[in-house]
């Protein structure tokens, strides 16, 4: 992959690996198409904070957003309300990256979420909700609440349909701020390659590609339904180079599960 692809959308006939750590599981894909090729930005707008929202503040009690797309300072999303960015006509209206996995299994959206300002704490909830941050191994729950397992001002992640997703994000500076929004992202239609070898190829690094790990600690139940009924099963286990022929054949039989 070219240097100047590393925290860009794909272009076609890439490879994907989505890497799971909850099992140490990685989806392969080859990018067959992506759809939005000639438009792949997105000004969304401020941060989809209404008014009166009941931000948690760092310093204890609640804090109400003082107006639409503002956050208030020392505070963050609380974990039961992480946010979905509204979309007018998307499948679901309520959550622009939202789509079922009955209809679009063949596609995922590859989104790279840039906030202002920058300095903003941000994280992604997957499935919606559900704390992912982990320091030795359950030892220290991490997050934007915390001193550390977060982002500022930038997520990269998949969007698999079947999964809703939750952004949060923390003000940790004494002002009230102004919140701002875009997107680059790609559309891409997908398919698995459905060669054992040249997939151990991927996972081992012998072939370029873009990899994105997934959030993903605790693995919630509604995930791996989500990812059994697009996919078929539930991903390529990783394997060390001295593991070539066990690797080979094991990913043989997965082939024959898989459906996209």
Not at 126 to 143: H, M, N
Not at 154 to 171: A, K, L, Q, T, W
Not at 207 to 219: D, G, H, N, Q, R
Request: proline letters at 7%; charged letters at 20%; one cysteine or more.
């Amino acid at each position: 992959m070219n240097t100047d692809e590393r925290m860009k959308i794909l272009s076609e006939n890439r490879y994907l690996v989505a890497y799971i750590p909850a099992t140490s599981k990685a989806f392969v894909w080859r990018v067959i198409s992506v759809v939005n090729r000639n438009s792949q930005h997105i000004d969304y707008g401020p941060l989809p904070i209404p008014a009166k929202y009941p931000f948690n503040s760092y310093i204890g009690g609640v804090v109400p957003a003082p107006a639409d797309g503002v956050i208030p300072g020392f505070t963050y999303t609380p974990v039961g309300a992480s946010l979905s960015f509204p979309l007018e006509g998307a499948y679901e209206e309520t959550d622009m990256w939202y789509l079922p996995a009955k209809d679009y299994k063949e596609r995922v959206f590859h989104v790279i979420t840039h906030v202002t300002p920058a300095w903003i704490r941000t994280e992604i909830q997957i499935p919606k909700s559900v704390v992912q941050g982990r320091f030795q191994k359950d030892k220290v729950i991490t997050g934007i609440e915390k001193l550390f397992g977060f982002n500022r001002g930038m997520i990269e992640v998949i969007h698999i349909p079947g999964i809703r997703y939750g952004y949060r994000f923390g003000n940790d500076s004494s002002l009230n701020v102004y919140t701002g929004c875009c997107f680059d992202y790609g559309e891409y239609i997908i398919e698995t390659p459905k060669n054992a070898e040249f997939i151990f190829n991927i996972l081992t690094g012998k072939v370029p590609s873009k990899w994105i790990s997934l959030p993903i600690i605790s693995y919630d139940t509604s995930v791996r339904d989500a990812i059994i009924d697009n996919y078929g099963f539930e991903g390529f286990p990783l394997h060390g180079l001295e593991k070539r022929e066990e690797a080979i054949k094991e990913y043989e039989d997965l082939l024959k599960e898989v459906t996209v």
